[in-house]
């Protein structure tokens, strides 16, 4: 795809999500790997639901801002995440409600948060890790996410929101719903007695693709 048609992907895909209410006010951003190694990104406090593809921010491997609007205040983690895991070209952090939801609970296992219940949870996401709180903005989220990018494709920012990576933009836009979607099934299903996926079934569905 040519950088305008990204451009307007994104502005697309962010659209719909505003309207389905993945996304609120101006919280969330977005971020993906241009052709020619620059990355576009969502204007710090845009709205999703108001995007001009002509204002996108564009900024380089190492934060510099090149083009568009200042760039969201979230870029140096998601340059973390490009840079120490190859296979992502594109990335979702939302404020969705049952990710931020379950992102507030005590007692979650950080490891992954989200123990399987349904196939495409482990299909698509596989484990969801927990990063401890820090403010929006901290230079340290990107120093956690930095450590953990390669083995997950998806992070739970502890009182904050999900973070989610893609081989494209409609690839990270379709994790992160199904992945607020496998939120809200956990909380509706919260005290109920659930039958979780044996670890037999989920090795079976390792490594089959989505
Ligand atoms: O929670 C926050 O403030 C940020 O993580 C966020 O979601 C929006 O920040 P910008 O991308 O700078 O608008
Ligand atoms: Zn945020």
Do not use: W
């Not at 990355?39 to 900024?59: C, H, K, N, Q, Y």
């Not at 939302?94 to 299909?123: Q, R, W």
């Not at 992160?176 to 109920?192: H, P, R, V, W, Y």
């Amino acid at each position: 795809m040519t950088e305008q048609q990204l451009r307007e992907q994104m502005v697309t895909l962010a659209r719909s999500m505003f309207e389905r209410g993945y996304a609120t006010g101006g919280a969330g951003n977005l971020s993906l790997k241009l052709p020619n190694g620059h990355f576009l990104a969502t204007p710090t406090g845009s709205s999703f639901g108001r995007l001009d593809a002509e204002r996108l921010s564009v900024i380089d491997i190492d934060g510099n801002h090149i083009s568009g609007d200042r760039p969201s205040k979230e870029v140096a983690f998601h340059l973390a995440i490009y840079r120490n895991n190859s296979e992502c070209n594109a990335i979702v952090h939302l404020h969705s409600t049952y990710l931020t939801a379950l992102s507030c609970l005590e007692g979650l296992d950080t490891d992954n948060a989200i123990k399987p219940f349904t196939p495409y949870f482990v299909m698509r996401i596989g484990k969801l890790p927990v990063i401890p709180y820090l403010r929006p903005g901290d230079p340290r989220i990107a120093e956690e996410l930095a450590k953990r990018a390669k083995d997950y494709r998806a992070f739970l920012l502890a009182n904050h929101g999900p973070v989610v990576t893609g081989s494209d933009l409609i690839d990270a836009v379709d994790n992160a719903e199904e992945l607020e979607e496998t939120a809200k099934l956990a909380l509706m299903l919260d005290g109920k007695p659930i039958r979780y996926l044996s670890e037999e079934e989920i090795t079976d569905l390792q490594g089959r693709g989505k």
